[in-house]
């Protein structure tokens, strides 16, 4: 699938708002990672079809985190979210966006749920150092940044080879038709 900005927002609407209406965007970063990868473990795909990213503070959402860095313009993303202030984000609006949530399944809300439960109350620092001891896909980019493949993190998650070439062939297939319609319309 192609990265999807629109769900992207969404996601960060959603933890923003669990938050209070305001979050640290390293924070934001890795509840959106771990909320990825745990797509990927329970239905072999990704959420947003974000790329992934081992960076110093751990495995990142590439293009989400360039939107919030403001190295992305995103139409989309400020209809929720303002400009950053410093290292914090905001929302728009700070009311529950859930029944606004229209790019997101039942699935993925659970997702969510759990995500947020069971990471919500940890701080930036918490989630990083969480990730760097309980994600093995993440590798020290000692300053820079290493590109993590889907297949790399499937395999970590414990699909067998065949399984996860079946999965790749369909998320290439995925963008594939996502490519399709985009120059369709």
């Known amino acids: 699938m192609q990265y999807n900005e629109k769900m992207a927002a969404q996601i960060a609407a959603f ?13 934001l970063m890795k509840l959106m990672y771990l909320a990825e990868r745990e797509s990927f473990k329970r239905y072999g795909e990704p ?5 992934l990213y081992s960076m110093d503070n751990g495995p990142n959402v590439s293009k989400t985190y360039d ?4 190295k992305i313009v995103s139409e989309y993303w400020r209809t929720w979210m303002r400009d950053r202030d410093g290292n914090l984000l905001s929302l ?20 969510l749920d759990s995500i947020w439960g069971k990471f919500g109350g940890m701080t930036a620092g918490q989630l990083v150092d969480y990730t760097h001891t309980n994600c093995p896909e993440w590798k020290d980019p ?6 993590m ?13 065949s399984v996860i070439s079946e999965l790749e062939e369909r998320i290439t297939e995925q963008k594939n038709i996502d490519n399709y319609f985009k120059i369709a319309l």
Do not use: H, M, V
């Open 15 to 27: 933890f923003t708002f669990r938050q209070g209406g305001a979050i640290e965007i390293l924070k």
């Open 47 to 51: 959420l947003t079809g974000d790329s």
């Open 67 to 70: 939107t919030c860095k403001n």
């Open 92 to 111: 728009i609006e700070n009311k529950d966006p859930t029944d606004r949530l229209s790019e997101l399944s039942i699935a993925d809300l659970e997702i």
């Open 142 to 147: 000692k300053g820079s940044s290493i590109f």
């Open 149 to 161: 493949p889907y297949k790399e993190l499937l395999s970590i998650l414990g699909y067998e080879d």
